[in-house]
């Protein structure tokens, strides 16, 4: 068809889905007596004793108001007579959550054209060509998807549809939890305009700030300024982005996961550590396990990273490229040993869980190195 891509690309159907109160929600689906009281998941800092901060909470503790990022003992202030109150520490929880985070993301992925996971419980799924670019196909799509994740996982999620990525994730924000909502292409001003301008996506407490001293309070009223203003308040980047955003216009793509560009390995530690002499025997073990495939495939590589899930799942990376190609295993020992010993010397306090060794950048060894040779 002539018009075919460009046309279909330009009304896009995009989903954004989060999981409810992720942590807790699985805290409650293995045990159910949970569900009819404040279910509030710690990270306790290693400094013990009840220090720490709140992952995330059931709903039922947020009309106590405990939130996300707050000190555990104000989140105890807050609940605070309130019969059958649980504390739950995630540290115990996360090989759970991982679990549940795999399952959840093989139902979404397995209902998009394109699929992206943002975070342990979140993705964006381009669904353009399963619903023909419609909009009542989508929210019937969508409507199942909740029903499909509910049924195989036993999880409640809110989903966000929208012509792209900014507003399917601003959409998915609206109602929560087991929300959906739907922003249609012709109905993207009066969902954005009356909103305030902090609930733009990517407007920060200090760009806010900036926006309130320059008379902005609603996006509507930022979608007044002229692009010239906003690049002279605030750059290039960011002031064409706002300028964008506020008309509800991003053509980022849904980005699935790269084909095979690198070769990796990851492990999880035997204990949760930023202990050097712990994990520097498992790094090395990576180092050879991702160099024997790089022989047996016959690649060379520029660029080596490692890769560090810390105990909360979040993930850390750090990546030096080389000046040429290499497919030594002495130079990928060295590189990494850097790496780790400069990101463990770095500020932070959270745990290491798992690892992982990368290599990209990858080009075809001249010589490849028979299987018969390298045996
Ligand atoms: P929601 O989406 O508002 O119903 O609630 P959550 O808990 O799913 O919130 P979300 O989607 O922002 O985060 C997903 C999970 O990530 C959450 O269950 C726990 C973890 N998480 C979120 N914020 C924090 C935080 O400030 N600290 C730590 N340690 N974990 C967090
Ligand atoms: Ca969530
Ligand atoms: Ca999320």
């Known amino acids: 068809m002539a018009l075919g891509e460009s046309a279909v690309m330009d009304r896009r159907v995009i989903f954004c889905v989060d999981v409810d109160y992720f942590y807790a929600q699985c805290e409650e689906l293995r045990n159910p007596a949970l569900r009819a009281v404040p279910v509030v998941v710690c990270m306790y800092s290693a400094r013990g004793e009840g220090s720490g ?14 939130r996300s990022g707050m000190p555990i003992y104000r989140a105890r202030r807050l609940l605070r007579g309130v019969e059958g109150a649980a504390f739950i520490s995630a540290r115990d929880g996360f090989p759970y959550y991982e679990e549940k985070s795999a399952q959840v993301m093989a139902v979404l992925r397995s209902a998009a054209d394109r699929f992206e996971q943002v975070s342990v419980d979140e993705a964006y799924l381009d669904v353009t060509q399963r619903v023909g670019s419609d909009f009542n196909r989508a929210l019937e799509l969508a409507l199942n998807l909740k029903g499909r994740v509910k049924e195989l996982t036993g999880l409640t999620c809110s989903v966000g549809v929208g012509p792209n990525k900014l507003l399917a ?72 982005y706002l300028y964008d955003a506020a008309r509800g216009i ?36 990576l180092c050879e396990q991702v160099m024997e495939q790089v022989r047996l495939e016959g690649w060379m590589f520029r660029t080596i990273s490692i890769l560090l899930v810390m105990e909360d799942l979040t993930t850390q990376t750090r990546s030096h490229s080389l000046e040429t ?11 990494v040993r850097q790496l780790t010993t400069s990101y463990l010397r770095e500020e932070g306090r959270l745990l290491v ?22 045996l």
């Open 53 to 66: 901060a709140v992952a995330t909470c059931n709903y039922i503790a947020r009309r106590y108001g405990v």
């Open 169 to 240: 994730k601003m959409a998915v924000d609206m109602k929560k939890p087991d929300g959906l909502t739907v922003v249609r292409p012709e109905e993207v001003r009066e969902f954005l305009w009356p909103l305030p301008v902090g609930r733009l996506y990517g407007v920060g407490v200090k760009t806010e700030e900036k926006l309130r001293e320059a008379g902005v309070s609603t996006i509507g009223d930022l979608a007044r300024l002229p692009l010239e203003r906003l690049v002279h308040l605030f750059g290039r980047s960011l002031g064409s």
């Open 250 to 285: 991003d053509h980022e793509p849904v980005e699935e996961a790269a084909e095979v560009e690198s070769i990796s390995r990851m492990t999880t530690l035997r204990e949760n550590t930023r202990d050097y002499n712990l994990i520097w025997p498992e790094m090395e073990a």
């Open 325 to 335: 190609p290499t497919n030594s295993l002495e130079v990928l020992k060295k590189v």
């Open 353 to 374: 869980r798992r690892i992982g060794v990368k290599v990209s950048g990858l080009v075809r060894a001249h010589h490849q190195v028979s299987l018969r040779e390298f």
